[in-house]
């Protein structure tokens, strides 16, 4: 019997591939209800957050009022519900620092209980604040490696995602990454910073101009 040469069975595989000519099945859901499905967004905040858990934060997210502590173990129980409903089992404080990449320090929703079983935790505590090793991420000089102590701090302007890869899914919380002393340590502190001040000076100059003008620019600021 004549060997096939190989160019042959290229061309049997390729033509007795069971799809081929057929189009792929067409997604039964809608595109706008995809785009941004695992982000826990304003919409999702609204409906989750009791109301008045939902205006406070909302007054963090857009006029820098101060975050109150009382309201971040509601909001870390239902950020924890909404992850855990598409799969995360771990979360991680998400931070730039100063290498030109991102960090991650991950943990586990779950908790061992004193029966040999788990249960699902996370506290206000730990979704505002965590520490990790700060001798691992260039400072600038400003510290020695030994007094490494840094902390990232949840940034509510920016919304907690899901990311999905094949170690898993985990909740990504953006932070903001500071020495113990106050200094940035990543790039995103310096432009929250340089924010605020902007903000700050444009309502002083508004104020120049009178009360209606300051009204319009606090609207919009």
């Known amino acids: 019997m004549e060997q096939k040469s190989a160019r042959d069975s290229a061309v049997e595989a390729v033509t007795s591939w069971p799809?081929?000519?057929?189009?792929a099945p067409r997604s039964v859901t809608p595109v706008?209800?995809?785009?941004?499905?695992n982000v826990f967004s304003d919409e999702v905040m609204r409906t989750r957050l009791p109301e008045n858990v939902y205006k406070a934060l909302r007054g963090t997210i857009?006029?820098?009022?101060?975050?109150d502590p009382s309201i971040a173990d509601v909001v870390a129980t239902a950020m924890k519900e909404w992850a855990m409903e598409r799969g995360a089992t771990h979360y991680t404080h998400w931070f730039q620092p100063m290498t030109g990449s991102t960090a991650e320090k991950h943990d586990s929703f779950l908790a061992p209980t004193e029966d040999g079983a788990a249960i699902a935790e996370f506290s206000g505590k730990e979704l505002v604040?965590?520490?990790?090793?700060a001798s691992s991420f260039p400072s600038g000089g400003i510290r020695s490696t030994?007094?490494?102590?840094?902390?990232t701090a949840w940034d509510p302007t920016s919304p907690a995602f899901i990311l999905d890869n094949p170690n898993g899914?985990?909740?990504?919380?953006?932070?903001a990454f500071c020495s113990w002393t106050g200094e940035a340590l990543d790039k995103k502190t310096p432009l929250l910073r340089s924010v605020e001040a902007l903000s700050r000076q444009a309502v002083r100059i508004l104020k120049l101009f009178?009360?209606?003008?300051?009204?319009?620019?606090?609207a919009h600021v």
Not at 19 to 23: P, Y
Not at 129 to 133: F, K
Not at 210 to 218: D, L, N, Y
């Open 169 to 175: 899914t985990t909740l990504c919380i953006p932070t």
């Open 129 to 133: 604040r965590g520490e990790p090793d």
């Open 210 to 218: 009178g009360s209606a003008a300051e009204q319009i620019g606090r």
């Open 146 to 151: 030994f007094e490494a102590r840094g902390y």
């Open 32 to 37: 706008c209800q995809l785009f941004g499905m």
């Open 19 to 23: 799809n081929l000519g057929r189009r």
């Open 62 to 67: 857009k006029k820098s009022a101060p975050l």
